[in-house]
């Protein structure tokens, strides 16, 4: 299910879905990149860029994301 989709099945309360990516390659996916990447999604999806292996693996935990890369 896309984004408008999940926003539009919520009916009167579509503010309480966020979409959120988080990059696991910043060095490949650029602002520009993820920012058309996103807005194939939903305009109202947001983007994340880790600074470093420490702020990604913070972020996966704070979200309770798994990942992995190879």
Known sequence: MQGGQARQKLGAEPGRLQGIFITLDPAR???E?????????DESFIALTPRSPQEL???ARE???F???T
């Open 63 to 65: 979200f309770k994301i």
């Open 33 to 41: 990149v993820l920012k058309a990447y996103v807005a194939s999604f």
């Open 29 to 31: 996916d650029t602002p």
């Open 67 to 69: 990942y992995r890369q």
């Open 57 to 59: 693996a913070a972020l």
